[in-house]
């Protein structure tokens, strides 16, 4: 169902929590009774294994600062009932308006909610169902946006004015990312805030490889994340005498497993064999956690980003290599640009594995190439790390709601 706007109203009003549904919920006590302010993250989170989960929590935990009085929980969106307990005080169930009310009467005990935006992630086609959240909401929201089109449909179009209508003000990961909300919306630019993704430091010295070079690339996989352009720059390399190791670091994403199990990484192997380069290509398929993702990535001597996609604002594998002071090659997707435009990489075309090739034999053969990228690297980590993001957050809370305090008394 696509909203018009009398079902949107209807849909608000079916959300909102009666006064009686909203008395009988509390925060734990502990965490309610602290002075100072309290802010609520909704979106998904672990155990849900997802990189929007993992942005959620490490926000959340970048927030909440009890020296400065502020205190962050999270309310989760999940598919089925998985339970609250510390900082998960409430879950809204994909699809069932009943959890969003309850979820509402609970949002309603702090002074903002600080909502993760992606189309895919609410109920309803383009997960139009985020509208009812938005406008039945009796607290300020702050809108963070993860995808921004540059060719939205309609409907998404439609879905996302309306989100950043409800929102006191939004945030966007990339300067790319805000200039086209502006093109593409008409938004208001002085609504937006940029801040980034956030990273978590993971510098080790930069030293040059004594063996067989590695390159890496991590994350969920799946069609679109470009691996078999990556694996014929590989072969290319060897064609000239130069050999490469590359690690393909991820699980397969959990809704491409359930459409098609394992039948993209299968020909990723195949084509490695057919290039004669499956003795330099590995996957690594297993889970891994923080300490062991960070030792990973340490471990590479460039990152490479070989994405198809032309429309990506917000790369979270892009900010954690260049906080990990790595030389990165990326395909020039516009975070790319954005963020490698000051020496920590180098941009090439999409689908180009011949220019990927050049690009990674300039990283790692080229004496003094990587350790200059690794050095611009460490100069733009430092607005990247989350303690700063977090920092970033509280300040543009604190404005958004002082503006609110100001048209109100107005």
């Not at 180009?352 to 050095?375: H, I, Q, S, T, Y």
């Amino acid at each position: 169902m696509v909203f018009d706007e009398l079902e949107l109203e209807e849909a608000i009003a079916t959300a909102r929590p009666s006064a009686a549904t909203g008395s009988e919920l509390v925060l734990p006590a502990a965490r309610a009774d602290r002075p100072g302010r309290k802010v609520v993250l909704i979106g998904t989170y672990p155990p849900t294994a997802c990189g929007l989960a993992t942005f959620t929590a490490n926000l959340r935990a970048a927030i909440e600062c009890p020296e400065e009085g502020w205190v962050a929980d999270v309310v989760r969106l999940v598919d089925r009932p998985a339970g609250t307990g510390g900082e998960v005080v409430d879950e809204w169930v994909a699809g069932d308006l009943s959890t969003l009310s309850r979820c509402l009467g609970t949002m309603a005990r702090y002074d903002v909610v600080v909502l993760q935006h992606e189309y895919g992630l609410f109920g309803g086609p383009d997960g139009e169902e985020v509208l009812s959240l938005a406008y039945a909401l009796e607290v300020p929201l702050v809108a963070v946006l993860h995808t921004v089109l540059l060719q939205p449909s309609a409907h998404e179009r439609k879905i996302l004015d309306h989100v950043m209508k409800a929102a006191m003000t939004v945030v966007v990961q990339s300067h790319a990312a805000k200039d086209r909300l502006v093109a593409v919306h008409g938004a208001d630019g002085s609504k937006i805030s940029v801040v980034p993704h956030g990273a978590a430091a993971n510098f080790a010295p930069y030293l040059p490889p004594t063996g067989t070079p590695r390159v890496l690339t991590w994350g969920l996989l799946g069609p679109g994340k470009g691996i078999e352009h990556a694996i014929r720059a590989v072969a290319s390399l060897r064609r000239q005498g130069r050999e490469v190791a590359y690690v393909v670091a991820g699980q397969t994403h959990p809704k491409v497993q359930a459409v098609s199990g394992e039948s993209y990484r299968n020909s990723l192997q195949d084509l490695a064999a057919h290039l004669g380069v499956a003795d330099l290509v590995s996957f690594d398929d297993g889970y891994r956690g923080w300490e062991d993702l960070r030792a990973l990535v340490r471990s590479a001597d460039v990152v490479l980003l070989p994405y198809d996609s032309t429309d990506q604002v917000s790369s979270g594998v892009l900010v954690e290599a260049v906080a990990s002071a790595k030389p990165v090659v990326a395909t020039r997707f516009p975070h790319a640009q954005e963020l490698l435009s000051h020496g920590a990489g180098i941009t090439v075309p999409h689908r180009d594995p011949e220019a990927m090739a050049e690009a990674l034999a300039r990283v790692l053969f080229e004496p003094g190439v990587a350790a200059e990228m690794a050095a611009a690297a460490r100069r733009e980590a430092q607005p990247l790390l989350w303690p700063a993001v977090g920092a970033s957050y509280r300040r543009l809370i604190e404005s958004a709601l002082e503006r609110e305090s100001q048209r109100a008394v107005l």
